[in-house]
């Protein structure tokens, strides 16, 4: 299983970006998937998560009513729209897979699979 995130960019604060990840795979509507960030210095923490159907979602307390993740499984695509973005979502974005598809981890143990971050910068 491999992942491939993209989308990363530079923008002001206020400003939105969507960034995708891509899971190379066959059984993609199985896995539950996450998505996590890194900021300097400080340690991995959860963002968002959404279940292999798409139909149950859920949010770190910091992002809710400003992140949306989705997915779509004939694309093998999970999606974090990123709005109303702040210098403090300046980070490295991290997509994760987790086989087991169960729902509502937020735990980086319970992930398996990890893509290769992408980096998210918010100026003033």
């Known amino acids: 299983v491999q992942l491939q995130a993209s989308g990363g960019g530079l923008v002001q604060a206020g400003g939105s970006l969507k960034l995708s990840c891509a899971l190379s795979g066959r059984t993609f509507s199985s896995y539950a998937m996450g998505w996590f960030r890194q900021a300097p210095g400080k340690e991995r923490e959860f963002v968002a998560g959404?279940?292999?159907?798409?139909?149950?979602?859920w949010y770190a307390d910091f992002v809710k009513g400003r992140f949306t993740i989705s997915r779509d499984n004939a694309k093998n695509t999970v999606y974090l729209q990123m709005n109303s973005l702040k210098r403090e979502d300046t980070a490295v974005y991290y997509c994760?897979?987790?086989?087991?598809?169960?729902?509502?981890?937020?735990?980086?143990?319970?992930?398996?699979?990890w893509g290769q971050g992408t980096q998210v910068t918010v100026s003033s």
């Open positions: 994760a897979a987790d086989p087991g598809g169960s729902v509502y981890y937020t735990e980086i143990t319970k992930y398996a699979y």
């Open positions: 959404i279940s292999g159907s798409g139909r149950t979602t």
